[in-house]
């Protein structure tokens, strides 16, 4: 048997081992990412869903401002936690608007009515299809757009108090 | 009484807190009236990645979401629109890791290549085990 | 106290491992003769691992809640048969079972091997022995499934919903044993390697081993599939699931293994790739212990997202393997082929048997960890899965199936009769299928429509080796060939079928409606509210009919509240044509109730093939070791072979 093919099992094993060294050193990122970035938000109407709240339309989203797009709803458990550090974000200038994903008016009002409203606009999304369309992948996530309708950053998971710099400088280098 | 209980039994066994309270699309779980329409959007469906599970295609997923995206496929398929041309659709929003069906991009040659390959060094190794030519 | 017998007894037995690991180095380094203390201390590790694991029985069945395992697997309320079985349906618990098996196979390894020199046994159990000490250094210092939990809590966290059927109780074992049982082979094979006697009194020796581990694992993977099909609700068998695919590996290798291991017996040829494929196949068994527990692939089956645990397993196979493969390229000059063979011959049959097979464990290999390949490199996130493999191992495996049907007609040596001839009927039985599928169902794919034209000759030439003599003349281990061969066939028209003929009906339907699917039509008369042990459930009562009879189907959506989570229990009903699949969902707003039913003819040849293909197995290795059974007549005989 030559040297070649008495060694190619060890050089093979080698190279998966390595391969899982680096699957081990740098772990699967789970979160499925939108490839949107950089590419103009997909045209879409959505409906109100509560009488005292505009729609959301894509073309509301290109305003010449930067502006935060909030995907969200009242069954999800973080969005709870979410919408006191999106308060916070307005109180500091932010303008959030908001997709309300497979809600009702009653839940959505009492969310909002328990929790805080920091939404200008909300949009209903009764079945994903927006969500669908702008390449998410679950709530609660959010969008920083910039003026012109494009997105440019995406930030999946809800967001926590120490992401709050960050979604402002997206938002700043936005402008 | 029965539909009280069956009413109750629904509610106290509210599953998991990551599930709405709206039904499931109109056409996540029900066929489409072409028979031939309806064997495209499922041989789609097996294609696509359920995009909140653990590695399963949207045709056997009980998630929601999924839910959503069989009736997004159903629907689309009805208004005439082509399988390859929804897959591209999905592939330009979630990347090429929502197709299960690997694509025809360079990065995927190495799949395609690997029986191929496979089978020319499995040839080569054996090539002296066996007599091809008859000896005198 | 159980627990802590059950943690000493592992000690005790890891004690024992590295001492025989020992012994192996002082037998080889010097010349002292082993064989006696080795066979008694391995026999004695065994047995202490099987104290260990009985004890780990008794806590899950007693459902002692100090212990921390029990606690976050089990709870009171769980049927008792789940509160044993429980104890291999998490991390620790089955990882003991795993080294259970490989500890007590060396202890049967020790007991019963008598066809290898003394030599050769003293190095195949200071092998197993250093294989088992990683895994109790694993258990016993990143796994311990005997740690305490202060203060004892008043209930546990309950055993996943998914886990508490009967399938658990067979499944996991069964596949354990098939899995683990190839570490014999891979001792015997690193053993021989050292000693450097790799003949056909090695193959003889490995081939009962080889023979049980893969009817075991045929069993295990054949029942883990029939347990996904009615679990998860929608009708799969296979999925091509990275777990699926670790348990696939080593069946493709210890079916290669077998197949080489006949060569090596019968003409002394093959010698480097049996001992590639001997280490290969416990290799993938690893790897598939390793991708489970690790977390590095996504998987419905993954037991637990630990990457530090993933390390020390990695480390593991990286050792192991990569010490077996070096042994490997150092010794595997010395192994000396003969002839080439004859171009038709039964070793010619066998070797590309050997090459598709080993092509097909290649392609599943490569596609199961193509993405992470693919990710390193680029940072690019593809993903592989049925299509791929469907697309790929399917006409490979038809062809294989096809060579199935010639191989066994092949004599050794030489071409023997002629066999063209003895193929002719079951050619044209397979044409005739395929001209059948053609006319009844002309859109059929392509794959489907192969598989039951090769399913049918299939048929008909596994059947042509016993047809040349006297059947009942015919020795066990022909007839074990020949059933093996026959259910593959089976299995293949089971998953043409499956394929082509399956009807479906997705639909909403409320109280006295009727659907069709198929030939049947199916009325839901009402759906009520149920409850069992731990769960709540709503129930849907079918009746259904196609002509004469009706049958009634019960199928329900379980909640469980402990772990909260919601399955679905389907409702088969089993004919000889075909079962009727029947899933009931949520509640319409219509009013109705979402159904989901499937007529699947022939569905159940796929299970029925893989039974009969550990069938096959079972009778052949009862033929090969009946006549050794047979010829212990005297105690004093059997005290001489063994102490010679």
């Known amino acids: 048997m030559s040297r070649a093919i008495r060694f190619a099992p060890i050089i093979l094993l080698l190279l998966v081992i390595v391969a899982l060294v680096w699957r081990l050193a740098t772990p699967a990122d789970t979160d499925v990412h939108s490839t949107l970035r950089g590419k103009p938000t997909p045209a879409f109407a959505l409906p109100a869903i509560l009488p005292n709240k505009p729609p959301l339309t894509s073309a509301d989203l290109a305003t010449g401002q930067p502006r935060l797009l909030n995907i969200f709803a009242s069954w999800c458990v973080p969005c709870v936690g979410e919408v006191k550090v999106l308060q916070q974000l307005k109180n500091r200038g932010v303008i959030i608007d908001g997709i309300a994903v497979r809600d009702r008016p009653d839940d959505l009002m009492d969310f909002l009515a328990r929790n805080g409203d920091p939404y200008e606009r909300i949009g209903s999304d009764r079945q994903s299809q927006v969500q669908i369309d702008l390449g998410s992948s679950g709530v609660p996530e959010s969008f920083v757009i910039d003026g012109h309708g494009v997105i440019r950053y995406q930030h999946i998971g809800a967001i926590e108090p120490e992401d709050v710099s960050l979604i402002l400088s997206k938002l700043e280098q936005a402008k | ?136 | 106290m159980i627990a802590e017998t059950g943690l000493a007894a592992l000690w005790l037995a890891a004690g024992l491992a590295a001492l025989q690991f020992l012994f192996m180095f002082v037998e080889l380094r010097g010349s002292v003769a082993l064989a006696r203390p080795m066979r008694s201390i391995a026999v004695a590790q065994g047995l202490l691992t099987m104290i260990a694991f009985a004890m780990l029985l008794i806590v899950f069945a007693r459902s002692d809640m100090s212990v921390k395992l029990v606690f976050e697997n089990s709870s009171a309320v769980k049927p008792f048969v789940y509160k044993v079985a429980g104890a291999w349906g998490n991390h620790e618990g089955s990882m003991l079972m795993w080294v259970t098996i490989l500890a007590a196979a060396g202890a049967f390894v020790a007991l019963f091997s008598r066809r290898t020199s003394e030599r050769t046994l003293v190095a195949a159990l200071g092998a197993q022995a250093a294989l088992a000490l990683g895994f109790y250094a694993f258990l016993l210092i990143a796994s311990n499934p005997f740690a305490r939990l202060w203060p004892a809590p008043m209930d546990g966290q309950g055993l996943n919903p998914l886990l508490q059927d009967p399938g658990l109780a067979f499944h996991p074992p069964t596949l354990y044993l098939g899995y683990v049982g190839l570490s014999v082979a891979f001792s015997l094979a690193v053993g021989a390697l050292l000693t450097g006697e790799v003949d056909s009194r090695l193959a003889r020796a490995m081939r009962p081993w080889v023979l049980g581990a893969w009817i075991l694992l045929t069993l295990g993977i054949t029942a883990g599939s029939y347990w996904a099909y009615y679990e998860l609700g929608w009708g799969g068998y296979w999925f091509w699931d990275p777990v699926e695919n670790a348990s696939l590996m080593p069946w493709l290798a210890a079916t290669a293994l077998l197949h080489s291991i006949n060569v090596l017996a019968a003409r002394g040829a093959l010698k480097a790739w049996t001992m590639m494929l001997a280490v290969i196949a416990f290799s993938m068994s690893m790897v598939g212990t390793f991708l489970v527990r690790s977390g590095i692939l996504t998987s419905v089956h993954a037991f637990a997202i630990d990457p530090q645990r993933g390390t020390f397993l990695l480390a593991l196979l990286a050792i192991y393997v990569g010490a077996a493969f070096l042994l490997f390229a150092w010794r595997g000059a010395t192994l000396k082929e003969g002839a080439p063979f004859e171009l038709v011959s039964r070793e010619s049959g066998l070797v590309v048997n050997n090459l598709l097979l080993s092509v097909v464990l290649g392609v599943v290999f490569v596609g199961t960890l193509y993405p992470l390949f693919v990710e390193a490199v680029s940072g690019e996130k593809l993903s592989v899965g049925a299509p791929y493999f469907n697309a790929v191992a399917g006409p490979l495996a038809l062809v294989l199936a096809a060579l199935v049907g010639i191989g066994p007609l092949l004599a050794w040596r030489r071409k023997g009769r002629p066999i063209v001839k003895q193929l002719q009927v079951p050619a044209l039985l397979g044409i005739v299928a395929l001209v059948i599928t053609i006319i009844i169902s002309p859109a059929m794919h392509i794959l489907p429509r192969l598989g039951f034209m090769v399913g049918t000759y299939l048929l008909a030439a596994s059947i042509l080796p016993l047809l040349r003599r006297n059947p009942l003349r015919a020795p066990l281990a022909t007839w074990g060939m020949v059933v093996a061969h026959f259910g593959i066939a089976v299995a293949l028209l089971g998953m043409a079928a499956n394929a082509a003929f399956t009807s479906e009906r997705l639909a909403v339907a409320r109280p006295g409606e009727i659907l069709t699917v198929g030939p049947w039509q199916v009325q839901l008369q009402e759906v009520t509210p149920t409850a069992g042990k731990n769960w709540t459930a709503v129930e849907a009562e079918l009746h259904a009919s196609r002509g004469s009879g009706v049958v009634t189907l019960k199928p329900q959506s379980r909640y469980f509240t402990d772990p909260p989570t919601e399955t679905s229990e389907s409702a088969i009903r089993t004919f000889w044509n075909g079962q009727l699949y029947t899933v009931v969902g949520k509640p319409d707003p219509s009013g109705g109730w979402q159904l989901r039913l499937w007529w699947k003819p022939f569905v159940t040849l796929i299970w029925a093939g893989g039974a009969l293909i550990a069938l096959g197995g079972a009778l052949a290795m009862l033929g090969r070791l009946w006549p050794i059974l047979r010829r212990r007549e005297s105690a004093a005989d059997w005290r001489r072979q063994r102490y010679a």
């Open chain 2, 1 to 136: 009484m029965k539909r009280t209980i069956l009413f109750l039994a629904l509610i106290a066994a509210q599953p998991s807190l990551a599930d709405s309270n709206l039904p499931p699309a109109y056409w996540s779980n029900r066929q489409l009236p072409d028979p031939r329409q309806e064997a495209q959007a499922e041989a789609l469906m097996e294609q696509l990645r359920c995009l909140v599970c653990q590695g399963q295609s949207i045709a056997d997923s009980d998630a929601e979401l999924a839910g959503d995206m069989r009736d997004l496929v159903r629907r689309r398929i009805a208004a005439g629109e082509k399988p390859a041309a929804i897959r591209a659709w999905l592939i330009q929003r979630y990347g090429t890791w929502i197709s299960y069906k690997p694509t025809s991009e360079p990065a995927a040659w190495p799949l395609w290549l690997a029986p191929l390959v496979l089978l020319l060094i499995g040839a080569w190794l054996i090539r002296r085990r066996i007599k091809l030519k008859a000896t005198a």
